[in-house]
């Protein structure tokens, strides 16, 4: 059992102890407190957009609705964020190859074991320690940054973490800028990608077109299905057939009127005026004219003369005359007439055969318009999917130099007038109660060590006392007497003195065991002060 009373007693003993642990702590905190700088920590906040900028009618991605798929496209522009790209963008933007607090040569004892590492490492020469310094800047660069989505908004907060406030804000604001450029440059990329692969297929559809055109050309010309304004010759020709029969069966019916008119005509029609007009002509005019004036003057010589006048038989004679070259010239016109309506009737006749084998051949292009109309949807169909590849080539090459990302900086970062973490005096305070606590704790080990080892000793010493004491009847066995001259008995002269000399090795052992606690201690902190350096270099390594 571990007695509180030797506890309490070995701290108190142990008052040098905890003072050299509260000096140790205190000296470790001001060590820290110096060798940790301060950091400073600048934010900018992004608002992204899931529903990108409608542009065009047409655009490359679609809008996405779905709340999953919004978030993990918020979540897709973390990742860019923090992607090697814009982190190397960043490095060259700043220069950070050369600032000792990104490229592992910083001041201090870490810029110290950071020296003594590259001096131990191998080195292939300046290439390689430039390109040790690059990859060291972009790795701390990315320790540095905390970017993050804010619960469930659209909200991005990209965080940055230095020495100096204002290259804290610095790199944040930078962060933001370049990640836009970074996602417009993506989209342009994307687009001209897109672009590319179609224009390589333009290519491949034009000639596909050219040669379904070509097969259509060639199956109306071997079938003599010639096109004009969007019908077949043959149809056309069928159609100017039929009014051109329908106009020689009118004009033949008009020429038989007007024969079988002139047929029935006589001299005394004539020349009673009842003259039809399909017949009615100059020269008949002037005949009748003429035969007017005689017949009057035959007339007149008639009641003057006698009939045997010589006169009067010759005005006879010239009426008769007249008479018949107006028969003549019915004879004529009834003639003329009937020539028209042979011809007339010819041109029917053949228009009607023309007609006739026009149908014929109609029944035969009707076949292979089946074939033409086929071979034109082909043609149609590869038409119209090369349009509207070209048409999307032509787009997707004008959103190239569109930015249609719906991301807007909301607030810029600005630098911080206090650093993060706790103050130096706190880290001094804290290492001297530390030390204090572990000098009080090392003395409550040393009681608590004492007291297990008292007891341990004092069990084998009851045991043997036990063991050389004889159990005695007390209650019926006197005491031996006692001479009255008699000195100290000399067994228990002997038995003094080995009790102390047990209590001076036990309290030498003691000390020694409390001596060696506290050596073992000391190992224990430089141990921890040596593991806390190695991982605070390898952490800017």
Known sequence: ???????????????????????????????????TPKKYEATAEL???????????????????????????????????????????????????????????????????????????????????????????????????????????????????????????????????????????????????????????????????????????????????????????????????????????????????????????????????????????????????QYATLKQEADRAAIRLGPRH??????????????????????????????DLRRAVQLEQDLASRLAQLKVRSGDVNSDLVTLRELEREAAAKRSVYEQYLLRARETGEQKDINTANINVISKAFAPLEPNGPSRAMTVLAGLLAGLASGVGLGAMRGAYASLRESADSRPRRRAEQRRTPIEDKAYKASPPVPPHAGPHPQQHYRQASSDEADQAWKAAEQQASIEEIRASLREFREAVRELSESRSRRYF
């Open 310 to 339: 010589p006169e009067l038989q010759a005005l006879n004679a010239q009426l008769a005359g007249s008479r018949e070259r107006i028969v003549g010239e019915l004879r004529r016109i009834a003639s003329s007439l009937q020539v």
């Open 47 to 289: 608002i992204v957009d899931p529903r990108d900028l409608k542009l065009t009618d047409r655009d490359l991605t679609q809008s996405v609705v779905a709340s999953d798929a919004t978030l993990a496209i918020v979540e897709n522009q973390v990742r860019v964020l923090t992607s090697g790209t814009v982190l190397n963008k960043v490095v060259d933007k700043l220069n950070l190859v050369n600032d000792p607090e990104f490229n592992g040569q910083g001041a201090g004892g870490l810029g110290m074991m950071t020296l003594i590492r590259s001096m131990l490492s191998r080195n292939d020469g300046p290439a390689a320690g430039e390109g040790r310094r690059r990859a060291l800047a972009v790795a701390n660069l990315a320790e540095s940054l905390s970017v993050e989505r804010g619960g469930k908004t659209f909200v991005i907060s990209v965080s940055a973490t230095t020495q100096h406030g204002e290259k804290s804000a610095l790199i944040a604001n930078t962060m933001t800028d370049v990640f836009l450029q970074t996602f417009g440059q993506i989209q342009s990329d994307t687009a001209g990608r897109a672009t590319n692969e179609l224009t390589g297929r333009l290519d491949e559809l034009r000639k596909g077109v050219e040669v379904a055109e070509r097969k259509v050309e060639d199956f109306r010309a071997a079938h003599d299905l010639v096109d004009a304004q969007g019908h077949l010759i043959s149809d056309d020709e069928m159609l100017k057939l039929n009014q051109q029969l329908a106009i020689a069966r009118a004009r033949t019916l008009e020429l038989n009127a007007r024969a079988a008119s002139a047929r029935s005509i006589d001299v005394s029609s004539v020349l009673s005026g009842t003259l039809p007009e399909e017949i009615n002509s100059n020269t008949m005019s002037e005949l009748r004219s």
């Open 1 to 35: 059992m571990i007695d509180p009373m030797q506890v309490v007693r070995g701290i108190a003993r142990s008052k040098l102890l905890i003072v050299a642990m509260t000096i140790l702590g205190a000296a470790l905190g001001v060590a820290l407190a110096l060798s």
